[in-house]
């Protein structure tokens, strides 16, 4: 089975939709697939007692999240010499410096990632070769939409998405402000983000 890593921003946005149950259909598996950051157990636990934390809405939503990671493995760090491939690049943070690291060395990992700046800012920093072993290896949040449409039906996931479409910019354009856009549109719109952050992260995006 393939290990899904996915970043602190993504699966914020994935549990204030309510979507959290589609993330084993990316890698059609559980979330024993999946490995995440270690500080996003440990913020997802502050903000589940109550701390106040910018990517969570609620407790509530930081509980949700908690009960799957519950599941989840961490992210292994990758080794020095891979990490110093990606630091000094004002477009890759430290965890997306992690989670990319971590995906060369796990040559049969994906990514699911909500950072659209660190996608484009890779191929400017890694070798034709490093690009290589990371070619289709990437998902971004519109191709898991698409996912989940697919999972669960476009109806259930707006409706899912309809309380907080909001915490990401482009999911709003795609789905409408309240979350009640047709589904030519809605699909459209998906192919458009994905096309333009696949010509940006070439090749990159699964």
């Given at each position: 089975?393939?290990?899904?890593?996915?970043?602190?921003?993504?699966?914020?946005?994935?549990?204030?939709?309510?979507?959290?149950?589609?993330?084993?259909?990316?890698?059609?598996?559980?979330?024993?697939?999946?490995?995440?950051?270690?500080?996003?157990?440990?913020?997802?636990?502050?903000?589940?007692?109550?701390?106040?934390?910018?990517?969570?809405?609620?407790?509530?939503?930081?509980?949700?999240?908690?009960?799957?990671?519950?599941?989840?493995?961490?992210?292994?760090?990758?080794?020095?010499?891979?990490?110093?491939?990606?630091?000094?690049?004002?477009?890759?943070?430290?965890?997306?410096?992690?989670?990319f690291g971590a995906l060369l060395v796990q040559p049969s990992g994906l990514l699911l990632t909500?950072?659209?700046?660190?996608?484009?800012?890779?191929?400017?920093?890694?070798?034709?070769?490093?690009?290589?072993?990371?070619?289709?290896?990437?998902i971004c949040i519109e191709q898991f939409i698409v996912v989940a449409i697919a999972h669960l039906?476009?109806?259930?996931?707006?409706?899912?998405?309809?309380?907080?479409?909001?915490?990401?910019?482009?999911?709003?354009?795609?789905?409408?402000?309240?979350?009640?856009?047709?589904?030519?549109?809605?699909?459209?719109?998906?192919?458009?983000?994905?096309?333009?952050?696949?010509?940006?992260?070439?090749?990159?995006?699964?």
């Open positions: 089975m393939r290990l899904l890593l996915a970043d602190n921003d993504a699966l914020g946005k994935i549990a204030h939709w309510e979507l959290l149950d589609c993330i084993p259909q990316v890698v059609g598996g559980t979330w024993h697939d999946v490995a995440v950051l270690d500080t996003l157990l440990h913020r997802t636990r502050r903000a589940a007692a109550g701390k106040s934390d910018k990517l969570f809405a609620s407790p509530a939503i930081a509980a949700r999240l908690l009960a799957h990671l519950d599941m989840a493995q961490m992210v292994s760090l990758p080794p020095p010499e891979i990490r110093a491939l990606l630091t000094d690049h004002a477009g890759i943070d430290p965890g997306e410096q992690i989670l909500g950072d659209k700046r660190a996608l484009s800012a890779l191929p400017e920093c890694l070798s034709p070769e490093h690009l290589l072993a990371l070619a289709g290896r990437c039906g476009l109806a259930e996931v707006q409706r899912r998405m309809r309380p907080y479409v909001g915490r990401d910019t482009a999911a709003r354009i795609i789905m409408g402000s309240a979350c009640d856009a047709t589904a030519t549109n809605v699909y459209a719109a998906l192919d458009s983000y994905i096309n333009d952050i696949r010509e940006r992260a070439d090749p990159l995006l699964r």
